[in-house]
């Protein structure tokens, strides 16, 4: 049987180390694993997330957990083929609370994000997408290198200090969490909006 390999991860220098031998910031203690980014080299997009969630830590890949199945289905209705994106996030390590037995996952701080945005960079150099897409504000900020919201992020130009277009659009997990069910609507057709923008900005 012929193996075909579509995703690769990337690949880290031995001098700088890498996510999984990384101890620059305190979550390696706390998370299972790292877990980096995945998808094909040449990737026309790339899509940044906060940080793995508890089935990510378990899994070691990015996006296997209740969001990345709600991105997967997002990604699918605005016409973006998922194989041909590549997924990571601004913090490699999964960080928690603990409520009673339950992990609970807790959104890193700007040590953390400081402490990892080495990787995601390498991440970028490696990948060179034609557009960086970024979910929520915490991506954006690991991305962009400052704090922007996205409802001020979605009416501007904005690229990453690499000169790569950002795309900033909220987290699905905002549309999983989203109360009422008019909200959950408009959050998803705002994010399908933004990934056909992106879609069109990557000429693909
Ligand atoms: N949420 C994220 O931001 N990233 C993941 O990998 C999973 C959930």
Not at 33 to 44: K, Y
Not at 60 to 84: K, N, T, Y
Not at 92 to 110: A, C, D, E, I, S
């Amino acid at each position: 049987m012929q193996l075909h390999i579509l995703h690769t991860a990337p690949e880290f220098s031995r001098d700088e180390g890498s996510p999984a031998t990384c101890r620059r910031c305190i979550l390696w203690r706390e998370g299972t694993q790292a877990v980096v980014g995945e998808g094909p080299r040449g990737a026309p997009l790339m899509l940044v997330g906060e940080a793995p969630g508890t089935e990510e830590d378990r899994a070691g890949h990015p996006f296997v957990g209740p969001s990345g199945v709600l991105l997967r289905e997002l990604l699918g209705e605005a016409g973006v083929d998922p194989a041909r994106v590549f997924m990571t996030n601004a913090v490699k390590h999964f960080g928690y609370q603990l409520r009673g037995r339950r992990r609970m996952h807790r959104t890193p701080g700007q040590r953390e994000l400081q402490a990892c945005n080495l990787w995601l960079r390498r991440e970028l150099e490696q990948i060179a997408p034609r557009v960086i897409v970024t979910l929520g504000t915490t991506a954006l900020k690991a991305v962009l290198g400052e704090r922007l919201a996205i409802v001020a992020a979605r009416e501007r130009s904005l690229a990453a200090p690499e000169g790569i277009p950002v795309i900033a659009t909220y987290h699905p997990l905002a549309l999983l969490r989203a109360p009422a069910q008019e909200e959950k609507s408009a959050l998803r057709r705002t994010i399908l909006a933004d990934f056909g923008r992106a879609l069109r900005l990557a000429g693909t």
